[in-house]
């Protein structure tokens, strides 16, 4: 069974553009949940997705946002993207909404804004 | 609230040396809790994971009992090896299926 997938593994941005990530979870996870690593801050949860529905968000601003699509693949966008910004964007699936199902993990996005 | 305290490192250790990563967390409830390990230039692998109180998560020779008295998950390997380098988290899930983490330990063994 293919693991979590995510694109594009690498993506420099200047400060002020856009960006989107992907991520397409395992096949038959309905769950998706977003977080962010930084050296500084560690891993720090963005928010999750379950069957299309928004269930957490974490303490990020409101340039960040995401969504999940009826397949259960799914995208984050940040806006005017800042210095700060820069981190690895790490995605991961699983089965349900249980707490305790697994999470699996994909290679994540290293984003680098300039 | 819920949060995870983990052993600051980096660790070094010899070869066949005995490893203790130590992790205690603070949460509501029953929460579930794992060990997470990250090889550089990867991402996340579930290690192991233990869903109630007194239970033993083991994989690849790694171990760490759910002690809810002391709200410990220890993470430890009697004999480690030069692959076991990378960077282990610890974390637990509550409520709503979100993950907080530890901020990771760095281990390196040499050989």
């Known amino acids: 069974k293919a693991g979590v997938t995510q694109t594009p593994r690498y993506l420099i941005k200047t400060r002020g553009q856009q960006v989107t990530l992907s991520c397409s979870p395992i096949?038959?996870?309905?769950?998706v949940s977003w977080y962010q690593q930084t050296p500084g801050q560690g891993l720090q949860f963005l928010f999750e997705?379950?069957?299309?529905?928004?269930?957490n968000k974490g303490n990020f601003p409101g340039r960040f946002s995401g969504r999940q699509f009826s397949n259960s693949r799914s995208e984050m966008n940040v806006s005017t993207l800042e210095l700060g910004d820069s981190a690895l964007y790490l995605c991961?699936?699983?089965?349900?909404?249980?707490?305790?199902?697994?999470?699996?993990f994909g290679p994540g996005t290293r984003l680098t804004v300039l | 609230g819920n949060s995870v305290t983990q052993m600051e490192g980096p660790v070094t250790l010899s070869e066949e040396a005995f490893l203790t990563i130590n992790c205690t967390y603070t949460a509501t409830g029953y929460p579930s809790l794992f060990w997470y390990v990250q090889y550089p230039g990867e991402g996340l692998q579930l290690l192991l994971k233990?869903?109630?109180?007194?239970d033993k998560g083991s994989n690849k020779g790694f171990e760490a009992t759910y002690r809810k008295e002391t709200t410990s998950f220890h993470l430890e390997k009697g004999s480690v090896q030069v692959s076991d380098s990378a960077v282990y988290f610890c974390?637990?899930?509550?409520?709503?299926?979100?993950?907080?983490f530890g901020t990771g330990t760095s281990l390196t063994v040499i050989p």
């Open positions: 997705y379950f069957s299309e529905t928004q269930r």
């Open positions: 096949s038959g996870h309905r769950s």
């Open positions: 991961a699936s699983s089965l349900g909404a249980e707490r305790t199902d697994t999470q699996y």
């Open positions: 233990a869903t109630k109180a007194d």
């Open positions: 974390a637990l899930v509550n409520t709503g299926n979100q993950f907080y």
